[in-house]
């Protein structure tokens, strides 16, 4: 598995649990690192730069990336899509509008997380709103 295709699992993880503790980012990414040490081991798991930047970008920019998800889901309220499917679509926005991925490349790394960690009636949806919002700043640019 591509080491930035394993920062993004990594990276919804702790997205979700954010999301639904309410913790800060930082904590969430500490309680990621707990969660996984081992009592054995005398040192946690090597950080994960790429996880971190993505949990904090997604986070700095929340407000932003749920407008735009909201713009592009006719008749879905951001608090109840599911939690998963919520924070795929984040995570895929931010690295977006960020410039760390090409659309193509967001898009797709979201669809295979959404076929890990989401249902299959997820599938259309996520790649929907991603297109619109992949559209969307495509007109911008131009």
């Known amino acids: 598995m591509a080491a930035r295709h394993k920062s993004r699992e990594r990276s919804l993880q702790v997205l979700y649990q954010w999301d639904l503790l309410g913790h ?4 969430s990414i500490e309680s990621y690192y707990e ?10 798991p090597a950080p994960d730069p790429f996880m971190i930047e993505l949990v904090r970008g997604v986070a700095a920019r929340v407000e932003e990336i749920d407008a735009s ?8 309220r951001i608090g109840r899509m ?12 931010f690295e977006m509008i960020a410039g ?20 299959d009636e997820s599938i ?3 790649n929907g709103v991603l297109d619109a919002v992949r559209k969307e700043r495509e ?3 131009a």
């Open 82 to 93: 599911p939690a998963v499917d919520r924070n795929i679509l984040r995570l895929a926005i």
């Open 24 to 27: 800060s980012i930082d904590r």
């Open 35 to 44: 969660f996984f040490s081992s009592p054995e081991e005398e040192r946690p």
């Open 100 to 119: 760390i991925s090409p659309a193509a490349i967001a898009i797709d790394e979201a669809l295979k997380l959404a076929k890990r960690f989401s249902g």
């Open 124 to 126: 259309p949806f996520i």
């Open 69 to 76: 998800i909201v713009r592009h889901s006719a008749h879905w």
């Open 139 to 141: 007109g911008e640019a």
